[in-house]
């Protein structure tokens, strides 16, 4: 795992989830996709691990759900949540390229 927290370009590439989050949360958080809407996230600092599944397979709502997470466990730092602005809260295109609605979270964790 050290070695993808190091590396974590080579974990899912550039402008992917796993990556980014990475890249923001350097050493904080280990984070990979799965398939079909299935996602892992490790928080190292409280030990805590984090499984995410979207139930029809589609991503649409995948990144907004682990940046949420990671935000409703006080994960995100101010500079982390503006690095990964783009993938909370997506905004929602029509044919024309117009912005008519946004993707946001409707969950609120609890312990």
Known sequence: MQASLTHPRLVAGDGRLCTDIMQALPGKVFAKT??????????????????????????????PTAIEVLNQLSVLTPTAAAALANYHHPS????????VGEVKPAFNLTK
């Open 34 to 63: 799965g398939a079909e809407g299935g996602y892992a996230m490790a928080l190292l600092d409280s030990g805590l691990g984090v499984g995410i599944k979207i139930s029809d397979g589609q991503p649409r709502g995948l990144n």
């Open 92 to 99: 929602i295109k029509n044919h024309l390229k117009n912005v």
